[in-house]
């Protein structure tokens, strides 16, 4: 048992009869919560919401370690930790948004602006890293030439490498990536803060305003459970790296949509048993 | 980039482990229960021992999982573990004496369903995927319910997210004889608890590090079954020390010393056994030491 097994096989395409079951279980769970007396417009704002977070993952120029040698373009670490990076920050300017104003389109607003504003720094920091102290121009070895502004590659990508550096395609997918990640996790947070305000002072009897900071605290960790399991379906569906919305890799992006709608649609459910009465 | 890994063979099977850290995670959180039965909270730090066991039981899950090759890392089996964790804990505490039951089967429920998701409808095909993440979500919620065992005294959501109470006084009518008297109502309060403080984000992600740092850090050609296993003991106990220390906040001062005192034991002893493990594994070592000033003209 010295090698378990090989490569994994990650195919191409959507898989029909595990969609069905997929969908199956987002009907069920949308049910169960319709059918325990919860309201179910919260829930399908974590479903959009941890559907955004999954298409938006996608965005994201991830290198992993090719990149930090220079041999492969994108921002040299992992899928799930530029993820949860870019989405934690959308978070909490969400979150911090919705404190100051209380009113739901700043607040998600503000998460996309959190998540795209990290990223395009993180972005800029990694360029400047790779051109001044790395000494590599940016060129990319997927697309001859920049789709947004025209910029040839081949000239400039060093032989035996797969590309290197932060073209702005890359970048630009950066901060798209950011800003929907970042929306999808304050979405997921304002949803969850929806219900444990209201269900919350029912059930533990006390005052709304006393059990406000509660609320906030496990909406707050909810979200980021939320957030990093669709973050790690996405980084699984994409399977190492990927260099931007330009990539042949972005069109997998349905089933990582399909994915975490799923995911998101049962753990929704399973958050929502905290406000259930169970008498204990 | 598909980098194969490889899993040794161990000594221990997958299902020995697996027993093993179900059962020493559920007892450890139970013996917490005897700080309500004796009136002392001395016996919090078995909950951290629980979650030792179970973090100990994950690092062999996480090294079957990523012998596949998921090309993104370690560190996401982690993360993914602890985020659906974290949900099942939460909302398996609400159970009362049963709770760490409870937790345990909402989070091998969790887990099959994201282990479905990833495996049919993102089309992983990696045939051990939803049994792996099925695992890796109870290790993920018994590793926060043991630590949050220990740093509050208590596995039950209102221990959790009440941290004290005060007493409010208001002015009622006035009684016979003309004495004032007053109306006491006792107010939990909300914002200095586990939960409500947002403590639990920092166990969280003592947790999620402590669960993917054993087989990163030691995985190559000659890795080694009791050295990963004694790494992830390693890490435990230094998350666990983290966990004594916030225990200050919610415990009076012996119970959470007790604590301080047994992790600090358990890393010195684990780490010192690490290293030994370390030393017998590798190809050769140096025991460096300072250069030696040497006097005169040399």
């Known amino acids: 048992m010295s090698a378990l097994g090989g490569a994994a096989a990650g195919g191409e395409g959507i898989n029909p009869t595990g969609t069905l079951v997929g969908i199956v279980i987002l009907l069920v769970s949308i049910a169960a919560t319709y059918a325990l007396g919860f309201s179910i417009i919260p829930l399908i704002g974590i479903i959009i919401g941890g559907a955004f977070v999954g298409f938006g993952v996608h965005f994201v120029p991830v290198g992993g370690a090719p990149a930090a040698m220079g041999q492969a373009p994108g921002i040299a670490t992992g899928v799930a930790m530029l993820a949860a990076g870019a989405g934690l920050a959308g978070l909490f300017g969400g979150a911090w948004a919705f404190e100051a104003t209380g009113d739901f389109a700043i607040a998600v607003a503000g998460g996309a602006v959190g998540g795209g504003l990290m990223m395009s720094i993180t972005c800029m920091m990694v360029n400047a890293t790779y051109v001044f102290a790395m000494g590599i121009p940016a060129a990319s070895g997927k697309v001859a030439k920049d789709p947004i502004t025209g910029d040839t590659f081949p000239e400039y990508k060093s032989q035996g490498t797969e590309g290197h550096g932060l073209p702005f395609i890359s970048f630009f997918g950066g901060v798209i990536g950011g800003i929907v990640t970042g929306l999808g996790g304050t979405l997921i947070y304002l949803a969850l803060l929806g219900i444990y305000e209201t269900g919350l002072p029912v059930i533990m009897q006390a005052e709304p305003a006393a059990i406000q900071p509660l609320a906030i605290s496990l909406a707050g960790i909810f979200a980021i459970g939320f957030f990093l399991v669709n973050a790690v379906l996405a980084a699984y569906n994409i399977t190492g790296t990927i260099e931007g919305p330009h990539d042949p890799k972005f069109k997998r992006v349905p089933r990582a949509i399909i994915g975490c709608a799923v995911a998101s649609a049962f753990c929704g459910f399973i958050s929502m048993l905290i406000v259930l009465n169970t008498g204990m | ?298």
């Open chain 2, 1 to 298: 980039m598909s980098v194969k890994m490889e899993a040794s063979a161990g000594k221990l099977s997958e299902n020995t482990l697996m027993i093993y850290g179900i059962v020493v995670a559920l007892v450890g959180t139970y013996l917490t229960y005897l700080n309500v039965v004796t009136g002392i909270a001395v016996f919090s730090f078995f909950g951290g021992i629980g979650a030792i066991a179970a973090l100990w039981w994950g690092s062999d899950t996480i090294k079957h999982l990523c012998s596949y090759g998921l090309g993104t890392g370690v560190p996401s089996a982690g993360m993914v573990a602890f985020g659906a964790g974290a949900i099942a804990m939460i909302a398996g505490t609400k159970f009362g004496l049963a709770s760490p039951i409870v937790t345990l089967v909402l989070a091998a429920i969790i887990g099959a369903v994201i282990g479905y998701c990833a495996n049919n409808i993102i089309n992983m095909n990696i045939p051990v995927m939803i049994f792996s993440l099925m695992k890796l979500s109870i290790v993920g919620a018994l590793t926060m319910l043991g630590f949050a065992a220990m740093c509050t005294g208590t596995f039950m959501f209102n221990g959790l997210v009440i941290g004290g109470m005060t007493l409010s006084m208001e002015p009622a009518e006035v009684a016979a004889g003309g004495a004032q008297t007053f109306m006491v109502t006792v107010l939990p309060e909300f914002a200095s608890s586990l939960i409500g403080g947002a403590a639990l984000t920092v166990i969280f992600f003592l947790g999620a590090i402590a669960l993917q740092h054993p087989f990163n850090a030691c995985l190559g050609p000659n890795e080694s079954q009791d050295r990963t296993l004694m790494l992830a003991i390693e890490v435990g106990f230094l998350s666990m020390f983290v966990v004594a220390v916030m225990s200050y906040a919610f415990l009076d001062i012996t119970s959470a010393t007790v604590g301080v005192v047994v992790s600090l034991i358990g890393w010195v002893y684990s780490y010192k056994q690490y290293i030994a493990l370390s030393k017998r594994d590798a190809y050769a070592w140096l025991d460096a030491k300072p250069i030696m000033e040497v006097g005169g003209n040399e």
